[in-house]
């Protein structure tokens, strides 16, 4: 099973906004509104961000927001803080019943 | 609190087999599904598959459906990971990770077991 497609890094200032793209195919992304991201820090487990697509779990900040447009979801930091540099992970629900990670995007704060 | 408490790390000899605990706490376990996840170093996140806590029922990468085996102990509130064939690219930190009912995100994890196979 092949892999979501991220930019490997992202940069901006503190203040900026950025986008991460994640580009998969219709028999994933562009099939379902079940696309979530997670935030990871060096050595840290794994935390969602956004999933459904644009959804927030409760305590996730609201400068991230999530978006979708055909075969490509996106999440959007805005704001960008310190605490924000870490590697961000999309994943998608599949049509065979299972699940594909991104790629990846390390995020750097200027 | 919700917490996912995951086995300690594991060296193995290539051709071995490992098992994986995660034992759940702070939720009712039936209730929802628990997948896995690795993560070889410096690599990407790799879902591995996933099972029903309530029924039992499974689902696996392609990647890894001959060698993975997951399975759970409702008594024990326990998910278990079991890969089999091991060989040295499987050397990663492996997770287990909660999945509400009705809903596709992993909303808790486990904080992770290294798993290094070499000889």
């Known amino acids: 099973q092949s892999v979501l497609t991220q930019p490997a890094s992202v940069s901006g200032s503190p203040g900026q906004s950025i986008t991460i793209s994640c580009t998969g195919t219709s028999s994933d992304v562009g099939g379902y509104n079940y696309v979530s991201w997670y935030q990871q820090h060096p050595g840290k487990a794994p935390k969602l961000m956004i999933y459904?697509?644009?959804y927030r779990p409760s305590g996730v900040s609201d400068r991230f927001s999530g978006s979708k447009s055909g075969n490509t979801a996106s999440l959007t930091i805005s704001g960008l803080q310190a605490e924000d540099e870490a590697d961000y992970y999309c994943?998608?629900?599949?049509?065979?019943?299972?699940?594909?990670f991104g790629t990846g995007t390390k995020v750097t704060v200027l | 609190q919700v917490q996912l408490v995951q086995s300690g790390a594991e060296v193995k000899e290539p051709g071995a087999s490992v098992k994986v605990s995660c034992k759940a706490s702070g939720y009712t376990f039936s209730v929802y599904a628990v997948h896995w996840v690795r993560q070889a170093p410096g690599q990407w996140l790799e879902w591995m598959g996933w099972i029903d806590a309530g029924n039992g029922n499974t689902q696996y990468s392609q990647n890894f459906q001959d060698r993975v085996t997951i399975t759970r102990d409702t008594s024990a509130s326990t998910a278990y990971m079991e890969l089999s064939s091991l060989r040295s690219e499987d050397t990663a930190v492996y997770y287990c990770?909660?999945?509400?009912?009705?809903?596709?995100?992993?909303?808790?994890w486990g904080q992770g077991s290294l798993v290094t196979v070499s000889s």
């Open positions: 994943n998608s629900y599949t049509s065979y019943n299972t699940y594909v």
């Open positions: 459904d697509v644009s």
């Open positions: 990770a909660r999945n509400p009912p009705g809903t596709r995100p992993f909303d808790n």
